[in-house]
């Protein structure tokens, strides 16, 4: 894998990505990641945004309330010790999902064989993308999230073998202000340690507007920042990685 050339985020339209005249992952091996700017108008995000406070009774609370999910992820219950949970009740999430935020999935899938010039495929037995509600003037919001590398729901054999994964994080609703995710020019090496001297790392912050989806490298370190005021942060989440016979690509949250 490439190193940065420099601590930058990569910037392209969806039209330049989507219509091939943009190299993905040549842009997102130089980077520490990709942000498309509008993915959705804001309009589409608003709309989300209610259907997703409409579901409500159906999230899925972790770490004692600190955050919400409409949608089970999988490494929050991996953390939780609930992992029987998350497979036993992964046909209801993805119901939950399509039925308050119809269409999300499904989008979200198509932006990935886009990306990747594959198909892309709801890995079996798992949760599909969903949404990650961080509420505003709580303990995240307060002091930002975990510092951690996306690759709990990687096999040892793709993490031994370094195969192509990656995270896309579409804000529906960014907060007031702050709530940037934070990418260090550091990647996984084998362990989830935090490396030492992490303040003396390359870093850029991806600061999202609303609609913005960032790509990065799941193998890249990174953190939600601390935010302030009263809106909370909604985010839809899928990750994605090529399967073993390298040609498709399955996809879980």
């Not at 330049?16 to 990709?34: C, M």
């Not at 953390?79 to 949970?85: K, L, N, V």
């Not at 302030?228 to 073993?244: E, Y």
Request: aromatic content about 10%; charged content about 20%.
């Amino acid at each position: 894998m490439a190193s940065p050339s420099r601590a930058s985020l990569a910037e392209h339209s969806w039209e330049e990505l989507r219509s091939g005249g943009v190299r993905f992952f040549e842009r997102l091996d130089a980077h520490l990641g990709v942000r498309v700017k509008g993915f959705l108008d804001s309009e589409a995000c608003a709309h989300l945004a209610r259907r997703v406070y409409s579901g409500r009774p159906f999230w899925i609370s972790d770490f004692d309330g600190v955050q919400f999910s409409l949608g089970r992820a999988w490494y929050t219950h991996l953390e939780q010790d609930r992992e029987d949970e998350y497979f036993a009740h992964a046909r209801t999430s993805n119901a939950q999902v399509e039925r308050f935020v119809p269409g999300l999935q499904a989008q979200l899938l198509q932006a990935i064989s886009t990306l990747v010039g594959a198909s892309a495929f709801q890995r079996p037995g798992w949760c599909g993308p969903g949404v990650h509600i961080f509420p505003a003037g709580q303990w995240l919001s307060q002091r930002g999230g975990d510092i951690h590398f996306d690759t709990e729901g990687l096999s040892q054999t793709q993490c031994q073998r370094r195969s192509r994964a990656i995270t896309l994080v579409l804000m529906l609703q960014p907060p007031e202000s702050g709530g940037a995710l934070r990418l260090w020019d550091v990647t996984y090496e084998g362990s989830d340690e935090v490396p030492e001297g992490l303040s003396r790392r390359a870093c850029v912050d991806a600061h999202y507007a609303t609609g913005d989806l960032v790509i990065l490298d799941s193998y890249r370190l990174h953190q939600i920042q601390p935010f302030t005021g009263d809106r909370d942060r909604i985010s839809a989440t899928a990750h994605a990685a090529v399967d073993a016979s390298g040609s498709l690509w399955e996809v879980w949250f």
